[in-house]
Nanobody
Framework: VQLQASGGGLVLAGGSLKLSCAASGRSFSSYIMGWFRQPPGKEREFVAGISWTGSRINYADSVKGRFTISRDNAKNTVYVQMNSLGPEDTAVYYC??????????????????WGQGTQLTVSS
């Protein structure tokens, strides 16, 4: 599976942005999908995860209520809608695909495939 993330950019605080991640290859619907981010000088952290059919979704506490993850298996694409952005959301955002069990959706170790990352900068 190859993943291509897009949609990053420069946004003013309080603004919104939607990231997309297009997957190529087979069996997109057999992967759990996740969004992670890596702020400057920090380690990569979990943002949101979605199960194979979208029936299970979870978010990091820091984005809960502001971000919405979704997927379209017909288009082999996963999205994250980000609202009420703040400078603390500035990071490189990565999408990831994993064949692991859902119970470890928050761990980078559960994802075998990663996109190249897209930069989000939120200016105050």
């Amino acid at each position: 599976v190859q993943l291509q993330a897009s949609g990053g950019g420069l946004v003013l605080a309080g603004g919104s942005l939607k990231l997309s991640c297009a997957a190529s290859g087979r069996s997109f619907s057999s992967y759990i999908m996740g969004w992670f981010r890596q702020p400057p000088g920090k380690e990569r952290e979990f943002v949101a995860g979605i199960s194979w059919t979208g029936s299970r979704i979870n978010y990091a506490d820091s984005v809960k209520g502001r971000f919405t993850i979704s997927r379209d298996n017909a288009k082999n694409t996963v999205y994250v809608q980000m609202n009420s952005l703040g400078p603390e959301d500035t990071a490189v955002y990565y999408c990831a695909a994993g064949a692991s069990a859902w119970r470890s959706y928050y761990s980078t170790n559960s994802y075998e495939y990663w996109g190249q990352g897209t930069q989000l900068t939120v200016s105050s």
